[in-house]
């Protein structure tokens, strides 16, 4: 990303975010403080040991769990402040989620999966440019069992972009693929990115998948580390792993 850091627009910003996860005379601190703004139009890669907090922050941003402390805002907007309705409305109206198991209903085909959602989203996309977003123009009417793991994720990521999210957040895209298969499912993101300007934010084990991100942002502890930014994008395939 060329531009300064001053002229770009945030879209997410957590500031002071706290996550304590209790369990009876237990208490887990999955986040001490964290403060991360998420800006128009970029790729972000988190990383970092397992347990340091990368899905918690992931779901904290995309308001599927509240934090215990701390202040999130969307687009200048306190989501902190909002009720479990209004909550949620944010999250449908403008997150895109993707898992690293793809979570597809096995007995829909992959159009009808995709049209779970643009049947009540709106301004959605047909099912059929989602899949076309994806590379998957002819696998339409094939169902997940039909599907390899790569194509299986690309109709998860269809899913998630229908609803043209301002905001897609990844937790471990490729985690259960080979490295071949996971590039065409990051090659989908990418594209997604470059084509709807969709801030994008993916969790990886894999510190060779954090060049295709425009800024990298390395967890330890539930704290952020450290940041650094990518003077240059590399294309999926250009990466191996
Ligand atoms: N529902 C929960 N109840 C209790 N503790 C939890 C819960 N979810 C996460 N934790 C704990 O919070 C910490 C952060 O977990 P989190 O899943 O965010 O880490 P992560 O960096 O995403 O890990 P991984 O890379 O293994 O997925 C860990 O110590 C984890 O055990």
């Given at each position: 990303?060329?531009?300064?850091?001053?002229?770009?627009?945030?879209?997410?910003?957590?500031?002071?975010?706290?996550k304590?996860?209790?369990?009876?005379?237990?208490?887990?601190?999955a986040?001490?403080?964290?403060?991360?703004?998420?800006?128009?139009?970029?790729?972000v890669?988190?990383?970092?040991a397992?347990?340091?907090?990368?899905?918690?922050?992931?779901?904290?941003l995309?308001?599927l769990?509240?934090?215990?402390?701390?202040?999130?805002?969307?687009?200048?907007?306190?989501?902190?402040?909002?009720?479990?309705?209004?909550?949620?409305?944010?999250?449908r109206?403008?997150?895109?989620?993707?898992?690293?198991f793809?979570?597809?209903?096995?007995?829909l085909?992959?159009?009808?999966?995709?049209?779970?959602v643009t049947?009540?989203?709106?301004?959605?996309?047909?099912p059929?440019?989602?899949?076309?977003?994806?590379g998957?123009?002819?696998?339409m009417?094939?169902?997940?069992?039909?599907?390899?793991?790569?194509?299986?994720?690309?109709?998860?990521?269809?899913?998630?972009?229908?609803?043209?999210?301002?905001?897609?957040?990844?937790?471990?895209?490729?985690?259960?693929?080979?490295?071949?298969?996971?590039?065409?499912?990051?090659?989908?993101?990418?594209?997604?990115?470059?084509?709807?300007g969709t801030?994008?934010?993916?969790?990886?084990?894999?510190?060779?998948?954090?060049r295709?991100?425009d800024?990298?942002i390395?967890?330890?502890?539930?704290?952020?580390?450290?940041?650094?930014?990518?003077?240059?994008?590399?294309?999926?395939?250009?990466?191996?792993?």
């Amino acid at each position: 990303m060329s531009e300064t850091q001053s002229s770009r627009v945030e879209v997410l910003k957590a500031v002071g975010i706290t996550k304590v996860y209790r369990s009876g005379t237990v208490a887990v601190d999955a986040l001490k403080g964290v403060d991360l703004a998420l800006y128009e139009r970029e790729i972000v890669a988190l990383l970092g040991a397992s347990g340091s907090g990368k899905s918690t922050l992931l779901n904290i941003l995309g308001g599927l769990d509240l934090p215990t402390d701390g202040r999130l805002f969307y687009r200048g907007r306190e989501l902190s402040a909002l009720s479990d309705a209004g909550l949620t409305e944010f999250r449908r109206r403008h997150v895109g989620f993707v898992f690293q198991f793809y979570n597809l209903v096995p007995s829909l085909t992959a159009r009808e999966n995709v049209a779970l959602v643009t049947e009540i989203a709106e301004d959605a996309m047909t099912p059929e440019e989602a899949l076309d977003r994806v590379g998957l123009a002819s696998r339409m009417d094939h169902f997940p069992a039909e599907l390899s793991g790569g194509e299986q994720q690309r109709v998860a990521i269809a899913r998630a972009i229908a609803k043209r999210p301002d905001i897609l957040l990844c937790d471990e895209p490729t985690g259960a693929l080979d490295s071949k298969t996971g590039v065409t499912v990051l090659e989908a993101i990418v594209e997604v990115n470059r084509t709807l300007g969709t801030t994008t934010a993916l969790i990886t084990h894999n510190v060779a998948i954090r060049r295709i991100a425009d800024r990298v942002i390395y967890m330890a502890d539930g704290e952020i580390a450290r940041a650094e930014e990518n003077a240059d994008r590399l294309a999926p395939a250009e990466v191996s792993w």
